[in-house]
């Protein structure tokens, strides 16, 4: 089936160029240049992804991108912003988008971003359920529970990181091994688009759980049940 991408972005020439190049890609899209109808319409139907610009008539992005995830959407969010400042970026990943595009940008690079959010590796039958002292991962039904209790409210690429460290417990993973194995191949983000992600996590998770996520400093991230 066509990957279903909802665009929500008012800036005409921009839109006219994701279309031609969604048609040529056999994408099935939908253009809206209006924030507030954006948003109403990212609750109405299933999308493979939404497509966000920061600056919108009636309804900014980040505010679009905060309450799809309060409302407990979980799809992935690609940002599309003019700013290019570090803080600008790490506003957008901390109040849930998956990643960043920052204009002007060009159409292969944008369908590389949207590949890598979007991917969704088969894990084997063995690891679909990973379980640690606190934490219950399903890999099935894409849940985790923490102490019993359901964790709400996890991005795509959040859960993807969490059940990437479970499945490899005490593993030492660099920033540049996990963009690699868990945003894939093709993703152009910098190593702060882990770290903001790990932050969420632990955040999710809770004080005693997010013990288990540990900085090893100089390399990157493990995950170690015993420190829970």
């Not at 048609?23 to 999308?47: L, V």
């Not at 993703?187 to 790990?198: E, I, L, P, Q, W």
Request: with cysteine; charged share 30%.
């Amino acid at each position: 089936m066509a990957m279903k991408v909802l665009v929500i972005e008012d800036n005409e020439s921009v839109l006219a160029m994701i279309e031609m190049f969604f048609i040529k890609e056999g994408f099935e899209g939908t253009y809206i240049r209006d924030g507030r109808e954006g948003f109403e319409r990212a609750q109405e139907e299933a999308w493979d992804c939404i497509i966000l610009d920061w600056m919108l008539p009636n309804m900014d992005g980040i505010t679009i991108c905060q309450k799809l995830r309060q409302a407990g959407i979980d799809l992935p969010i690609i940002m599309l912003t003019a700013k290019d400042s570090e803080s600008d970026q790490v506003l957008g990943l901390e109040i849930g988008a998956d990643d960043y595009v920052t204009k002007p940008f060009s159409p292969l690079a944008l369908l590389a971003r949207i590949k890598a959010v979007t991917r969704r590796v088969s894990q084997p039958a063995e690891k679909a359920r990973s379980r640690s002292p606190l934490i219950d991962v399903n890999a099935h039904f894409r849940e985790v529970y923490v102490g019993g209790n359901k964790v709400d409210h996890l991005t795509p690429k959040e859960f993807d990181l969490l059940l990437f460290l479970v499945q490899h417990e005490k593993q030492v993973f660099s920033r540049e091994q996990l963009l690699e194995k868990v945003w894939g191949f093709d993703f152009y983000g910098d190593d702060r688009t882990v770290d903001v992600h790990v932050k969420r996590l632990r955040h999710k998770l809770g004080e005693q759980a997010s013990k288990g996520i540990k900085t090893v400093w100089g390399v990157g991230y493990q995950y170690d049940p015993d420190l829970i």
